[in-house]
């Protein structure tokens, strides 16, 4: 936490500097809503006029009221007509409070929204190696966790600031001509606290970044302890009270720098404070001092100390205003850093390639993912050809999901190329690649939605499509549960919502399956271990019914069964990233090498 020690002697600089996002800000409410943006203006400016004009009604009042009662020829109407005037005036202060808290709460709810689909908008153009850094998932839970209300707060206290600046404008017009000294006591007294206020702004901002990742481990251990798919380990391991435990040590943690940060912020607060209320009582007893002297009259000394209270009460706002832009100002840095994350381009712009019979190709491939220490995959290099399938065998780690992720551009080659149909992957459009390769990792997703939707999913562009669903069902043999279900297609799967249906995981890697067949164009199937929770049979029916429907496709297989791994067309072993043998399962067996060692050793179990 070292950056809570900064010196304070760059306060100033740091301060003017932090305020470079308040125009950004300015321009998403105005973008968001004009019509509520002027509004709030306007209903802003009213209600920063309208409060001086009540304070010099009141002194004619009290003047009106003293000249009554000391002359006969002085009409009391004229002062009821003021009372009347005031009320007035009193009623329009209440309409735009009201017509502020409106808007404001409209904006809130638009704003929230707007930048809610900003931060996920962003995340769609992410690459999947951001979700992998544990940095960038800081930076996301900073961005969501504050930036969504920052900006109507930064525009809120602008417009406050205005409001409070135009009144203390209007005040200090009036108080000038009482003596100017009173206009510099009013604004001066009111520094220090200011000062005070934005230092400890920084430390707030400063801690909240530093504990960043302390916050999302309490919200990983909320999930672990509150969610269906953990609450059965929890239960059964009697994990509960350890995870509840270390929820609380890190709330412990929390609440010490916090309980440090609120009592070192309050008790200054309150020391500088005092000199406000110093400054509003010698300035209370200079204007009845002047008042008994007959240097102004009974209502003007009620109004100048109306007026001075007001004041001092504007000053503050504004002060604590600027303060709250400053610290609005550190959180939405937060926001535009996470939206400013480099996006990495995708270049091409290909469809198709000049040479489809070449099929897929991996030419010295190696790869290492960020911040690793050695390589995930080492000089791969292999191909497969139209109607041919493969498989890939190696024991967990080894580098098999990895080289399905270079595949579909998750990640690039750190060295070598991947070609399909002859031409790059490079060069190719990321959509139509994408389009062109139907995958089902090992953890598909199980998704909240209805039978249909979860079918759907693996072809977004005919995610509707029932008939589609049905073909796709029939394809991954997920039709016949599915239509035993009373609502069929319409479902819905899960347990988070009210009805919802929880599948087996064999019933799950069906769905899975069927929504790889969902893109009935692509030429490229990849199934990453997707029938590991079912049993041999069942998973040999599956790849049988598989192989039946892909012909003329490239399939590439990921299994630990060789019951099912022997049935490819040639079948690759890695290693440690690197590929150690390849060919058919009966010279793999003759080669007497570590496919043959892994078959035994599996052929055994069933002995």
């Known amino acids: 936490m070292a950056d809570e020690q900064e010196p304070t002697v760059g306060l100033p600089k740091r301060f003017l500097g932090v305020f470079q996002y308040s125009r950004r800000a300015l321009a998403l409410v105005w973008t968001t809503s004009r019509g509520l943006t002027v509004a709030l203006a306007l209903l802003t400016l009213v209600a920063g006029v309208l409060p001086a004009v009540i304070a010099y009604i009141g002194q004619l009042i009290v003047d009106g009221v003293v000249a009554a009662m000391t002359s006969t020829e002085h009409d009391p109407r004229r002062v009821l007509w003021l009372i009347v005037l005031e009320a007035f005036v009193v009623i329009l202060v209440a309409a735009s409070q009201r017509g502020l808290s409106v808007s404001q709460s409209l904006l809130r709810a638009l704003l929230g929204q707007r930048v809610n689909v900003m931060i996920l908008e962003k995340a769609l153009t ?35 600031l205005v409001q409070n600046a135009i009144s203390l404008t209007s005040y200090a017009v009036l108080l000038f001509a009482f003596s100017p000294w009173a206009v510099v006591i009013l604004i001066g007294a009111g520094l220090p606290s200011f000062f005070a206020e934005a230092k400890f702004s920084g430390d707030a901002f400063r801690l909240f970044r530093w504990r960043s ?48 940060l609120t009592l070192r912020r309050d008790t200054w607060g309150f020391v500088l404070g005092l000199l406000s209320t110093a400054a509003f009582y010698g300035a209370y007893a200079w204007i009845v001092i002047t008042t008994i002297n007959g240097g102004i009259t009974l209502g003007a000394m009620t109004m100048y100390l109306v007026l001075f209270r007001q004041g001092q009460a504007a000053v503050a706002a504004s002060l604590s205003a600027i303060s709250g832009m400053y610290e609005d100002n550190l959180y939405l840095s937060n926001l535009y850093d996470y939206l400013g994350q480099a996006v990495t381009p995708h270049h091409g712009e290909a469809k198709h390639g000049p040479h489809p019979e070449q099929g897929l190709e991996f030419r010295h491939v190696s790869f290492y993912y960020p911040g690793a220490s050695g390589n995930a995959l080492t000089d791969v290099s292999f191909q497969i050809s139209p109607g041919e399938s493969l498989a890939l065998v190696g024991e967990n780690g080894s580098g098999k999901t990895t080289l399905i992720k270079l595949l579909t551009k998750l990640y690039n080659p750190t060295d070598g190329k991947i070609l399909l149909d002859g031409l790059d992957l490079k060069q190719w459009d990321v959509e139509a690649l994408r389009q062109r390769i139907g995958v089902i990792f090992q953890d598909f997703g199980r998704y909240q939605f209805s039978v249909g939707e979860n079918i759907g999913a693996g072809d977004v562009r005919h995610i509707d499509d029932a008939e589609r669903w049905a073909k796709a069902a029939k394809t991954g043999m997920a039709a016949p549960f599915i239509e035993d279900m009373p609502e069929g297609y319409e479902t819905q799967l899960g347990r988070w919502f009210k009805g919802g249906r929880e599948l087996s995981g064999g019933q799950w890697q069906k769905i899975a399956l069927s929504r790889a067949f969902m893109r009935t164009d692509a030429d490229i199937l990849v199934l990453d271990e997707p029938t590991a929770a079912m049993d041999a049979a069942s998973e040999a029916a599956i790849f049988d019914h598989f192989q039946s429907e892909s012909h003329n496709k490239m399939t590439i297989l990921i299994s630990h069964r060789f019951s099912t791994v022997r049935a490819a067309d040639r079948i690759i072993v890695i290693h440690d990233g690197e590929i150690t043998e390849q060919g058919n399962h009966e010279s793999l067996l003759a080669e007497n090498g570590q496919y043959a060692h892994l078959f035994r050793l599996q052929a055994k179990g069933y002995q």
């Open 213 to 260: 990742p302390e916050t999302r481990m309490q919200m990983y251990l909320e999930t672990v302890i509150a969610r269906e798919d953990g609450v059965k380990e929890v239960k059964l391991f009697q994990l509960g009270p350890r995870l509840l435990q270390r929820y609380r040590d890190i709330f412990e943690k929390l609440f010490v720098e916090d309980r440090r």
């Open 126 to 160: 992410l690459q999947l190696a951001n979700f992998e850094d544990s940095e960038f998932y800081d930076k996301l839970t900073q961005a969501r966790r504050e930036a969504s209300s920052r900006p109507l707060s930064l525009v809120n206290r602008t417009f406050g």
